[in-house]
């Protein structure tokens, strides 16, 4: 199904005499439109190099972006010929309307102007030509450019500024000079590539001036411009040195022959009166003229025939002519003076019927015309095309690139009518239609670009929009025309179409296609060399994406991000789980299980000059480092968290060390010079013993005695600390014992806790757990620390890292000496 021509079969007709047999095929009023037979895309994902990126436009999962395969980068580009040149003129200039040719008007009053600029451009001189709208600007331009074929190496090249930015305007040129299909070039090589163009340029509808324009011609110093503006655009810069050209109105009697050219007939006396009139009330605008003589010929038609009109449903019998009409065949009075000046409204209630439905969604539109090839769907009518050529005889439509607009001043005048009250349906109307047609297959991304404007007017129109429904038509324009605008490199419109449908679709509260919007920005910040601007949008969607469970588009996401980290040279993003993720991950407290094959509570020392000695640490401490060594995407948070656990480690180890020196000082030099004595084979007595302690004591000082080797139960004292029975060789901790001074040999208090096995260098358990004697403390299960070996070397006194693995033990051991204050 043709996605402009709808067929016979739609309108309850058969295909036996349309196109096939005897009957005869209705040519195709656009250019574009595809003949049958041809075979139709099914899908329209394009590939297309963008500065050192490879862009994959996919209109269903959305853009993706790489660095550009090694091979293929394009080469560089292929100068247009002169024929190459004429042939994409012709193509990107308007379309002729339909109907019968329109009078060919002379330029009158403009051969100083003209000779003028000619005689600038050769000389390589840029010119600003500024006018009035309406003054006749377009057709001056046409006339010079007619001139200067010759001039230049690279000719003449035609541009529209027209809603359009320098950066635009500089890729237009490139575009035109070069035949480099699917390529856009950075900003760096575009620069390398325009120095290096020598055209005549003619640029129509200029929109800005001051330093964007100083860089138009900064980045061109090979190119004569020819800007034409109007008067309310910003001037160049004082550094600038643009030649000025100011284009006035027409004088009076240069009036009246264009009057009477385009009416193609001469005027009476009455109405060269009239003429003269008009021509003061609008200081010389051709463009008045212009729309004067068709109402000369609208009159002309009435008199003769007052039901000229009918047939086409344009007059209708209480038409308004601005005064009492005498309608009899013979006599019509001429428009009033205002009507004269301000001509659109008079002259839309002569059009047909198609002809004003045409006018009311270009009002409706901003004052943007809907393609020729629209106006059936949009209208309901299978020859509504017809009525672009009416709206062009009657001097109601300007150029605009290769499209049409109202002329300057329809729009307010017809607004005025009453044109515009239902402008909110028509805009909506023609958005549906719009949206249906770019996401068709078959429909090309040049026939996208070309109707850019009429499209982001139609969004631009729906948002923000108090109607039910509104801004979800305008999300659904967006989403179906913004990869045609990518895929056609008309970068500017894709960059409003997405900000227009990110707006409208946060506003319609559809947070996929938010989500859409912001990767497709992010892609583009990304393409144009704003990596600021990228990160932003990507960890947005990225987000958006994660809370909807979008786990591809998550993915799309995090690869053009990573993109971004790396072009920009900064350190790659930390990406965690999307929330939606996030959301079904256990947190429990409890220690993670261990990987297989490893022993958790069981880990090597280091070597150390007591070789075969194995440490024994807390249980509870190994699966808490497992928990945390887990890989992926938690890796960097379980590294940061095992040094805060190693810190913390660190910070209650000197606690305990502390505690076990002040208790250590406490003992007498007698049983300090008897623990010196102590060794690994004597420390197996221990267990042979039942009520008494042997002669060896703890070589740390510590109070802790293991009730199973000593057999003699711990009672707390006053202060929450152990007091151990009589006879047992421990001293009292108590604060009040005055045994309890400090002792002047500090070789037991320089060297922190180690704990050696009680039986063999071989690991062991401990049969029993020990509780702490602090009333308030919960029993945990630890491993029974041992007398040490004092013969060995002291380890310096500052802890490290590898001492956070064994501080849970030493605390669970002195915990019975530091009582509350530990806890």
């Given at each position: 199904m043709d996605p402009t021509h709808r067929g016979p079969e739609e309108y309850g007709r058969d295909n036996g005499g349309f196109g096939e047999g005897s009957g005869r095929r209705r040519p195709a009023r656009d250019q574009l439109t595809p003949e049958p037979g041809q075979p139709t895309p099914q899908a329209r994902v394009v590939r297309l190099i963008a500065g050192d990126y490879l862009l994959t436009v996919n209109p269903i999962d959305g853009s993706e972006v790489e660095l550009c395969p090694p091979g293929e980068q394009p080469g560089p580009p292929a100068r247009r010929t002169a024929t190459g040149r004429a042939d994409r003129e012709r193509a990107t200039a308007p379309p002729v309307p339909p109907g019968p040719p329109a009078p060919q008007l002379p330029l009158l009053e403009r051969a100083q102007e003209r000779e003028r600029l000619v005689r600038l451009l050769s000389r390589g001189r840029s010119v600003r030509l500024t006018g009035p709208a309406g003054s006749g600007r377009t057709a001056l331009l046409d006339a010079v450019a007619a001139d200067c074929a010759d001039l230049a190496p690279d000719g003449v090249v035609r541009l529209s500024g027209y809603k359009r930015s320098a950066t635009d305007l500089l890729y237009g040129l490139f575009e035109a000079v070069h035949d480099t299909p699917l390529h856009r070039p950075d900003r760096d090589r575009l620069l390398e590539r325009v120095r290096s163009i020598g055209a005549v340029v003619l640029l129509d509808d200029l929109e800005f001036g001051g330093a964007a324009l100083e860089e138009l011609l900064d980045a061109t110093p090979e190119c004569?411009?020819?800007?034409?503006?109007?008067?309310?655009?910003?001037?160049?810069?004082?550094?600038?040195?643009?030649?000025?050209?100011?284009?006035?109105?027409?004088?009076?009697?240069?009036?009246?022959?264009?009057?009477?050219?385009?009416?193609?007939?001469?005027?009476?006396?009455?109405?060269?009166?009239?003429?003269?009139?008009?021509?003061?009330?609008?200081?010389?605008?051709?463009?008045?003229?212009?729309?004067?003589?068709?109402?000369?010929?609208?009159?002309?038609?009435?008199?003769?025939d007052p039901e000229a009109y009918g047939e086409y449903g344009g007059l209708a019998a209480d038409a308004p002519f601005g005064h009492d009409q005498a309608v009899d065949g013979v006599h019509i009075p001429l428009p009033s003076l205002g009507e004269g000046a301000a001509p659109a409204a008079l002259l839309a209630s002569r059009l047909s019927g198609p002809a004003r439905d045409t006018l009311r969604f270009a009002v409706a539109l901003g004052g943007e015309v809907p393609h020729q090839a629209h106006l059936p769907a949009l209208i309901g009518d299978t020859h509504a095309d017809a009525a672009l050529g009416e709206l062009a005889g009657c001097g109601l439509l300007s150029p605009a690139g290769s499209r049409y607009r109202l002329a300057a001043g329809v729009v307010t005048q017809l607004e005025a009518a009453g044109y515009g009250e239902d402008a909110t349906e028509r805009a909506r109307a023609a958005a549906q239609h719009y949206a249906w047609w770019a996401g068709h297959p078959s429909v090309t991304p040049e026939r996208v670009t070309a109707e850019g404007d009429a499209v982001i007017a139609a969004m631009a129109q729906l948002v923000p929009g108090d109607g039910a429904g509104q801004t979800s038509v305008a999300v659904l324009l967006a989403r179906s025309a913004t990869p045609a605008f990518a895929a056609g490199l008309h970068w500017g419109s894709w960059e409003k179409a997405l900000r227009i449908g990110q707006e409208a679709a946060r506003i319609a509260g559809e947070v996929a296609e938010e989500a859409y919007f912001h990767h497709e920005l992010g892609v583009l910040a990304l393409l144009a060399g704003n990596p600021d601007r990228a990160r932003a949008e990507l960890e947005t969607s990225i987000s958006m994406r994660g809370a909807l469970a979008d786990k591809s588009g998550a993915v799309a996401g995090r690869r053009a991000l990573a993109l971004v980290a790396d072009r920009s040279g900064g350190p790659l993003p930390i990406?965690?789980?999307?929330?939606?993720?996030?959301?079904?991950?256990?947190?429990?407290?409890?220690?993670?299980?261990?990987?297989?094959?490893?022993?958790?509570?069981?880990?090597?020392?280091?070597?150390?000059?007591?070789?075969?000695?194995?440490?024994?640490?807390?249980?509870?401490?190994?699966?808490?480092?497992?928990?945390?060594?887990?890989?992926?995407?938690?890796?960097?948070?379980?590294?940061?968290?095992?040094?805060?656990?190693?810190?913390?480690?660190?910070?209650?180890?000197?606690?305990?060390?502390?505690?076990?020196?002040?208790?250590?000082?406490?003992?007498?030099?007698?049983?300090?010079?008897?623990?010196?004595?102590?060794?690994?084979?004597?420390?197996q007595s221990q267990d042979g013993g039942e009520d008494e302690l042997p002669a060896d004591g703890p070589a740390d000082g510590s109070t802790s005695a293991d009730p199973a080797s000593s057999g003699s139960p711990a009672t707390p004292g006053p202060s929450g600390s152990e007091i151990t029975p009589s006879g047992s060789g421990t001293p009292s901790t108590d604060p009040t014992d005055p045994s309890g001074t400090p002792s002047s040999d500090t070789s037991s208090s320089s060297r922190p806790p180690s704990h050696k096995p009680t039986t063999s260098p071989t690991t062991t358990k401990s049969p029993k757990p020990t509780k702490t004697s602090s009333p308030t403390a919960d029993p945990t299960e630890t491993e029974s620390p041992s007398p040490t070996d004092t013969a060995t070397e002291p380890e310096p006194s500052s802890p490290d890292t590898s001492d956070s693995a064994s501080g849970p033990s030493s605390s669970s051991a002195a915990s019975a000496d530091s009582g509350p204050a530990i806890a």
């Amino acid at each position: 199904m043709d996605p402009t021509h709808r067929g016979p079969e739609e309108y309850g007709r058969d295909n036996g005499g349309f196109g096939e047999g005897s009957g005869r095929r209705r040519p195709a009023r656009d250019q574009l439109t595809p003949e049958p037979g041809q075979p139709t895309p099914q899908a329209r994902v394009v590939r297309l190099i963008a500065g050192d990126y490879l862009l994959t436009v996919n209109p269903i999962d959305g853009s993706e972006v790489e660095l550009c395969p090694p091979g293929e980068q394009p080469g560089p580009p292929a100068r247009r010929t002169a024929t190459g040149r004429a042939d994409r003129e012709r193509a990107t200039a308007p379309p002729v309307p339909p109907g019968p040719p329109a009078p060919q008007l002379p330029l009158l009053e403009r051969a100083q102007e003209r000779e003028r600029l000619v005689r600038l451009l050769s000389r390589g001189r840029s010119v600003r030509l500024t006018g009035p709208a309406g003054s006749g600007r377009t057709a001056l331009l046409d006339a010079v450019a007619a001139d200067c074929a010759d001039l230049a190496p690279d000719g003449v090249v035609r541009l529209s500024g027209y809603k359009r930015s320098a950066t635009d305007l500089l890729y237009g040129l490139f575009e035109a000079v070069h035949d480099t299909p699917l390529h856009r070039p950075d900003r760096d090589r575009l620069l390398e590539r325009v120095r290096s163009i020598g055209a005549v340029v003619l640029l129509d509808d200029l929109e800005f001036g001051g330093a964007a324009l100083e860089e138009l011609l900064d980045a061109t110093p090979e190119c004569a411009f020819l800007f034409a503006t109007v008067p309310d655009v910003a001037a160049p810069t004082t550094d600038s040195h643009l030649e000025e050209v100011f284009l006035a109105g027409l004088g009076r009697s240069a009036a009246v022959d264009l009057l009477e050219r385009a009416a193609e007939r001469p005027l009476s006396d009455e109405e060269a009166n009239w003429a003269g009139d008009l021509w003061f009330e609008s200081e010389g605008l051709p463009l008045r003229f212009v729309q004067a003589a068709a109402l000369l010929r609208q009159r002309d038609l009435l008199r003769t025939d007052p039901e000229a009109y009918g047939e086409y449903g344009g007059l209708a019998a209480d038409a308004p002519f601005g005064h009492d009409q005498a309608v009899d065949g013979v006599h019509i009075p001429l428009p009033s003076l205002g009507e004269g000046a301000a001509p659109a409204a008079l002259l839309a209630s002569r059009l047909s019927g198609p002809a004003r439905d045409t006018l009311r969604f270009a009002v409706a539109l901003g004052g943007e015309v809907p393609h020729q090839a629209h106006l059936p769907a949009l209208i309901g009518d299978t020859h509504a095309d017809a009525a672009l050529g009416e709206l062009a005889g009657c001097g109601l439509l300007s150029p605009a690139g290769s499209r049409y607009r109202l002329a300057a001043g329809v729009v307010t005048q017809l607004e005025a009518a009453g044109y515009g009250e239902d402008a909110t349906e028509r805009a909506r109307a023609a958005a549906q239609h719009y949206a249906w047609w770019a996401g068709h297959p078959s429909v090309t991304p040049e026939r996208v670009t070309a109707e850019g404007d009429a499209v982001i007017a139609a969004m631009a129109q729906l948002v923000p929009g108090d109607g039910a429904g509104q801004t979800s038509v305008a999300v659904l324009l967006a989403r179906s025309a913004t990869p045609a605008f990518a895929a056609g490199l008309h970068w500017g419109s894709w960059e409003k179409a997405l900000r227009i449908g990110q707006e409208a679709a946060r506003i319609a509260g559809e947070v996929a296609e938010e989500a859409y919007f912001h990767h497709e920005l992010g892609v583009l910040a990304l393409l144009a060399g704003n990596p600021d601007r990228a990160r932003a949008e990507l960890e947005t969607s990225i987000s958006m994406r994660g809370a909807l469970a979008d786990k591809s588009g998550a993915v799309a996401g995090r690869r053009a991000l990573a993109l971004v980290a790396d072009r920009s040279g900064g350190p790659l993003p930390i990406v965690l789980t999307p929330p939606g993720d996030e959301l079904p991950v256990s947190r429990a407290e409890a220690p993670a299980t261990p990987p297989a094959g490893t022993r958790p509570s069981m880990t090597q020392t280091p070597p150390r000059p007591y070789e075969g000695v194995t440490a024994v640490i807390s249980r509870q401490s190994a699966p808490k480092a497992a928990g945390g060594a887990r890989g992926g995407r938690f890796g960097l948070l379980a590294g940061a968290r095992r040094n805060l656990v190693a810190t913390a480690a660190g910070v209650l180890l000197t606690g305990v060390l502390g505690t076990v020196v002040g208790l250590g000082l406490t003992s007498g030099d007698d049983d300090v010079q008897g623990n010196q004595d102590v060794t690994t084979e004597q420390s197996q007595s221990q267990d042979g013993g039942e009520d008494e302690l042997p002669a060896d004591g703890p070589a740390d000082g510590s109070t802790s005695a293991d009730p199973a080797s000593s057999g003699s139960p711990a009672t707390p004292g006053p202060s929450g600390s152990e007091i151990t029975p009589s006879g047992s060789g421990t001293p009292s901790t108590d604060p009040t014992d005055p045994s309890g001074t400090p002792s002047s040999d500090t070789s037991s208090s320089s060297r922190p806790p180690s704990h050696k096995p009680t039986t063999s260098p071989t690991t062991t358990k401990s049969p029993k757990p020990t509780k702490t004697s602090s009333p308030t403390a919960d029993p945990t299960e630890t491993e029974s620390p041992s007398p040490t070996d004092t013969a060995t070397e002291p380890e310096p006194s500052s802890p490290d890292t590898s001492d956070s693995a064994s501080g849970p033990s030493s605390s669970s051991a002195a915990s019975a000496d530091s009582g509350p204050a530990i806890a």
